[in-house]
């Protein structure tokens, strides 16, 4: 069992960039793989981004690719999404997730754990 915290959110302009960041706890000494989801209101939760647990495989949605880039501190237990050229429709509030195992899924049936989430509004 792990316990994940997103920081970070908040309130930008378009083309402003902000990093959000995930910190877990619990049982981290377990093998995981993170992912970044978002959900804007009506609309379902949609994959980012996802990191791979020896953060040596990345993966990110079409509609972010060249703007966000995923990291992970292994020692810190911590996963960032840096949030570049952000755009309007980024606006959404953003889950960290995690599962046990080494690959990046893109549904969110495929993660065990969630955070509860941060606010990202971006202002045109």
């Known amino acids: 069992q792990i316990q994940l915290v997103e920081s970070g959110g908040g309130l930008v302009q378009a083309g402003g960039s902000l990093r959000l960041s995930c910190a877990a706890s619990?049982?981290?000494?377990?093998?995981?793989?993170m992912g970044w989801f978002r959900q804007a209101p009506g609309k379902e939760r949609e994959f980012v981004s996802g990191i791979s647990s020896s953060g040596r495989s990345t993966d990110y949605a079409d509609s972010v690719k060249g703007r966000f880039t995923i990291s992970r501190d292994n020692a810190k237990n911590t996963v960032y999404l840096q949030m570049n050229s952000l755009k309007p429709e980024d606006t959404a509030n953003y889950y960290c997730a995690a599962r046990i195992g080494s690959f990046v899924r893109t549904n969110p049936s495929g993660y065990d754990y969630w955070g509860q989430g941060t606010q990202v509004t971006v202002s045109s």
């Open positions: 619990g049982r981290t000494g377990s093998t995981y793989t």
